[in-house]
Structure formats: C-alpha cells, structure tokens
C-alpha cells in the first residue's frame, strides 16, 4: 500500500477555474511535505514545501497542512493551460534518515482552454 | 547553472545487456537520489549519497542494480542483465543538504529494454 496516497487521480478544470488536489499519509512519522509537478519529458520540479499546519501561499499556489489528520493539499486559482501536469505529493520523515522524499502515485491536471 | 544533467536521455538495451546512467549534480549540492519512474509504480525511490556516501540503498533491487558516486561532480547507475521490467524512466536528483531540502530533478533516462 502506498505511504502517500494522492486523489483524484485526475482532474479537469476549465481556464481560470480552481484546482483542488489532496493527499494524505498513512505514516504518522512523515512530517515534510512538498508538492512537486511534472510536465511530459521533464523531471519533476519544486512547486512548494509545507512543513507547519495551516496555509502557505505562493502566488496562484495554496497548500493547506493538517498534521493531526496527515492531510495536505493543493489549491490552484486561476488555473491557466501551462498548469496542466502531473502533481506529485511528496514526504519526508521528521527523524532518522531524513534525505529521501516518498511519493504519492500523482494527479493528471488537465486545464481546458 | 545548468540544473541536474542525466546522460544519455534514451537508452535502449537487449535483455540481459548491461546499462549505465549517467548524473551530474548540481554544483554545490551534498545529496544525490536515484528515483525510478513507471506508469503503474510512479515514483519509486532507489538509493542516495551524501557527500559520496552511500547512505540509504533500500530501494535498490539487489542483484543487478548498482550506484556509485566516485566523485562530488558525478554518480552512475549500473543495471546488469538488463531485463524487460527495468523499462523506465529514471530519475536523478540533488539537493542541497538534508531535511527539509528541496530535491532538483533532472529529465531523466528513458531505458527501454528490449
């Protein structure tokens, strides 16, 4: 079973419309996040880390942390065409071996012109 | 700066050959990460250096995989024996440090073994 479970597993949102993506751990000792974004033929690139509950907000770009529930998630406003990717949910652990990041299986974005 | 380089971009090998994978990190960056990518698997993690040294291989099939990073500038993934199921892409990253450190990925290696 994945440690890092992402819904849905795709979604399709009309320009300039909201996109929201979820993902929730089952490993209490995850503690970092981040949600990361994949264009096709690209790696995999930063969109943003959350490591304290609440909201962090990076322009277009919201995540929301709820340690107690191990939920986080993504909001996109005002989706444009460019944003249409695979988004992967990402953990890390608080202790121990802290280096490496475990990921969630992603969701298909596709934003309609 | 140039970002994570992976070499080559495709690779295409015959069952039981052997690949190499090329990674060159980002300057400056203590850490380096293998990942593999496939559809029904999506990102699975396989090993990672810290300051060239192997610190975590969990993820790593045992038999034919191999990662070395012999210096700051650079770490190879070695797949012997190539068999169909290695089909993926797959993923070098670095980053700066441990905990709490973004990973920068680069565009990966498409193995396709035939």
């Known amino acids: 079973q994945q440690k890092v479970q992402q819904s849905p597993e795709s979604l399709s949102v009309p320009e300039g419309g909201m996109a929201s993506l979820n993902c929730t751990s089952s490993d209490r000792n995850f503690q970092y996040f981040w949600w990361y974004r994949q264009h096709s033929g690209e790696g995999p690139k930063a969109l943003m880390s959350i490591f304290s509950d609440g909201d962090k907000k990076e322009g277009r770009f919201t995540a929301h942390l709820n340690k107690a529930s191990l939920h986080v998630s993504l909001h996109i406003r005002d989706s444009q065409p460019s944003d249409s990717a695979l988004y992967f949910c990402?953990?890390?652990?608080?202790?121990?071996?802290?280096?490496?990041?475990?990921f969630g299986l992603g969701t298909t974005l596709q934003v309609q012109p | 700066n140039a970002g994570v380089i992976q070499t080559p971009r495709h690779k295409v090998t015959g069952k039981g050959q052997e690949a190499t994978l090329w990674c060159e990190p980002i300057?400056?960056?203590?850490?380096v990460f293998w990942y593999r990518q496939t559809i029904v698997q999506g990102l699975e993690f396989l090993t990672y250096f810290r300051n060239q040294a192997p610190i975590d291989d969990s993820g790593m099939p045992k038999e034919r995989f191999s990662a070395q990073m012999p210096n700051q500038s650079h770490s190879t993934l070695k797949i012997q024996s190539t068999q169909p199921q290695d089909s993926a892409v797959y993923l070098c990253?670095?980053?700066?440090?441990?905990?709490?450190?973004?990973?920068?990925f680069g565009a990966g290696t498409r193995l396709s073994v035939l």
């Open positions: 300057s400056g960056h203590s850490a």
């Open positions: 990253a670095s980053s700066l440090d441990l905990q709490q450190n973004t990973l920068y």
């Open positions: 990402a953990a890390s652990f608080i202790t121990g071996n802290t280096g490496k990041l475990i």
